[in-house]
């Protein structure tokens, strides 16, 4: 069975500060996929990032990042440069290739960016 | 536009009565999933169909049902063996490529309270 940990119930950070969000995952399927969501108050899920599990780099898309350390199973999201848009929920979510490839998702953490 | 239309958005049930949450895609996916969150909480997902006319129970499946009669939509029902259906529910859909990268596309959500 796939597991999603997410130790971080909320995040405050200065506005211009690097955050990571942790996001670690427990899976015997070697081909899998890790995703970030991020999840504004207006309820809508917006993708941010992949990481498939035999990408040899780190993912990056704009100011995210993902720190992937596989022999740890760990996915962690960096942001650089936060901004006061970037207050929200943040969700990791792990795919097998195996079974029905359906997408599991972690407690969430919850950022706010301070002025 | 291409997307995934829930509805309605806020929803009010009465104690034993069921109701049906719409969510239409037009991106031509195969793959449709529902999840349920809890305020402050992750995504649960409560059925998934690969394919039309055929879907597979999630992790809370009890007290729900669903159809896949169309490949573009996939409505939930909450029944009332349901004993606690105030939730926020979630419609996604995604290509069953058999790719790891694709990501999911969510609907807006329909907030559901029991009254």
């Known amino acids: 069975a796939q597991k999603i940990t997410q130790t971080q119930p909320g995040m405050f950070v200065q506005e211009k500060e690097a955050v990571t969000l942790d996001c670690t995952y427990d899976?015997?399927?070697?081909?899998?996929?890790l995703f970030w969501y991020k999840q504004p108050s207006s309820g809508e899920m917006i993708f941010l990032i992949y990481?498939?599990?035999?990408?040899?780099q780190n993912a990056t898309e704009g100011r995210y990042s993902l720190n992937f350390q596989k022999a740890r199973k760990s996915a962690n999201l960096v942001i650089s440069a936060s901004q006061l848009g970037d207050s929200a929920m943040y969700f990791c979510?792990?795919?097998?290739?195996?079974?029905?490839?359906?997408?599991?998702f972690g407690q969430g953490t919850r950022l706010t960016i301070n002025p | 536009d291409g997307g995934i239309t829930q509805s309605p958005k806020y929803l009010f049930r009465k104690e034993g009565q069921n109701v049906t949450l719409s969510c239409e895609q037009n991106l031509n996916h195969d793959a449709m999933y529902w999840y349920r969150q809890d305020p402050g909480q992750g995504l649960r997902l409560i059925y998934y169909?690969?394919?039309?006319?055929?879907?597979q129970k999630g992790d809370i499946a009890e007290g729900y049902s669903v159809s896949r009669e169309k490949k573009e939509s996939f409505p939930l029902t909450v029944t009332s063996a349901q004993k606690n259906p105030t939730a926020f529910y979630l419609c996604?859909?995604?290509?069953?490529?058999?790719?790891?990268?694709?990501?999911?596309?969510f609907g807006q959500g329909t907030r559901l309270t029991v009254v």
């Open positions: 996604a859909s995604s290509p069953e490529d058999g790719r790891m990268n694709t990501e999911a596309f």
């Open positions: 899976t015997s399927d070697p081909s899998y996929g």
């Open positions: 979510a792990m795919r097998e290739i195996q079974g029905a490839q359906k997408l599991v």
């Open positions: 169909s690969q394919i039309v006319n055929d879907f």
């Open positions: 990481q498939g599990s035999y990408d040899q």
